[in-house]
């Protein structure tokens, strides 16, 4: 099985890996890009994930994890040793998986590369609670934009079930009525121009929604973002959709 954790341009998250069977007999493999270091994985249930540092982490976008379980190591070695062994594959010759590496011997490497990726997160307590510290920190970001979501009525959430709304990657859709008459193409231009007053002002970058995602809007709250910050974001859009919409009167 493979699937994505959360998704980013859809704003929503697998709620948990109850679905997935304790004594499955193949691998789940997940991409876990936006959801590691922000939301609670069932890591028992996950035999392959990937990640990089870019998002929660805010590191660079160039690193590449990959996290094997021993159900997909064991997997590995014997797939290495069964085309290392067939005759008719002389390419594999020498490709067996080295067990010493797969198994840890260079833990502490990784654990050194984890623990100054949080770093910037180190008011939040000893290096092992702070996975936990940057969840919250998540959570935190979406609950400012739900209880904004819950007072204003021209905007709401994408995803209609709070159980797989995403913590990180929160996806909006403009709900004002006026703005719903409108046909398809004008409802982008017309939530392309908050992003772009927006952007103008400096207030923030890349907010609409992903370009084959339904017309909206879309906000990292990811821990590297301040709730301050998200806090002051909520006013600058009530701002931004006043103004397009003003000039949406002015027009008709």
């Keep these: ?27 789940t493999i997940c991409d876990a890009t936006s959801a590691c270091f922000a939301q609670a994985l069932d890591w ?9 540092w870019q998002k929660a982490l805010g590191g660079e976008a160039a690193h590449g994890m990959l996290i094997l379980s021993p159900r997909a190591v064991e997997r590995l070695e014997s797939l290495h040793a069964a085309l290392a062994a067939a005759e008719d594959l002389p390419a594999h010759q020498g490709r067996q998986a080295q067990p010493g590496h797969l198994r840890g011997r260079d833990h502490q490497h ?22 936990e510290g940057a969840a919250a920190r998540a959570d935190a970001n979406a ?6 979501v819950a007072g204003t009525p021209w905007i709401d959430f994408l995803a209609g079930d709070p159980a797989i709304r ?11 009525p006026a703005v719903g008459k409108l046909s398809a193409e004008a409802q982008v231009a017309f939530v392309k121009g908050i992003a772009a007053a927006l952007e103008k002002e400096g207030v923030a970058y890349d907010i ?6 339904p017309s909206g809007l879309r906000i990292w709250c990811g821990s590297t973002v301040e709730r301050a910050d998200v806090e002051a974001l909520t006013r600058w859009l009530d701002w931004a959709f006043a103004k397009s919409k003003d000039a949406l009167r002015q027009a008709a």
Excluded at 7 to 16: D, I, K, Q
């Design 1 to 27: 099985m493979v699937f994505t954790w959360n998704g980013t341009t859809s704003g929503v998250r697998v709620p948990n890996a109850d679905w997935i069977a304790a004594d499955r007999s193949g691998l």
């Design 110 to 131: 990784a654990l050194d590369a984890v623990r100054r990726g949080l770093s910037r997160h180190a008011r939040l307590g000893e290096v092992d609670r702070r996975v």
């Design 166 to 176: 995403s913590n990180t990657s929160v996806c909006l859709k403009i709900v004002d």
């Design 44 to 52: 028992p249930k996950l035999d392959v994930v990937t990640f990089s």
């Design 143 to 148: 609950k400012v934009i739900a209880d904004w």
């Design 208 to 213: 609409d929604a992903y370009r084959d995602a």
